[in-house]
């Protein structure tokens, strides 16, 4: 159960990063604006980590059967 949490949590910031890259937000923090190639990678880097929790959630499942 904990893994569908964590996969469902990275759902959600993967989410978040193709939603500032499609709408085009900006990302400040003091003087520094983070650059769009920042959420590209973040965006690839939650998806893999979500898609292998949801794996792993459903191969444990079945291996409990």
Request: a positive charge; glycine letters at 6%; zero cysteines.
């Given at each position: 159960?904990?893994?569908?949490?964590?996969?469902?949590?990275?759902?959600?910031?993967?989410?978040?990063?193709f939603?500032?890259?499609?709408?085009?937000?900006?990302?400040?923090?003091?003087?520094?604006?983070?650059?769009?190639?920042?959420?590209?990678?973040?965006?690839?880097?939650?998806?893999?980590?979500?898609?292998?929790?949801?794996?792993?959630a459903?191969?444990?499942?079945g291996?409990?059967?």
């Open positions: 159960k904990l893994l569908l949490i964590v996969g469902a949590l990275f759902l959600i910031v993967a989410a978040l990063h939603t500032r890259l499609v709408l085009g937000w900006s990302l400040i923090f003091g003087d520094f604006m983070v650059p769009d190639w920042v959420s590209w990678l973040g965006l690839l880097v939650t998806i893999y980590l979500s898609y292998s929790a949801f794996h792993f459903l191969r444990m499942k291996a409990r059967r």
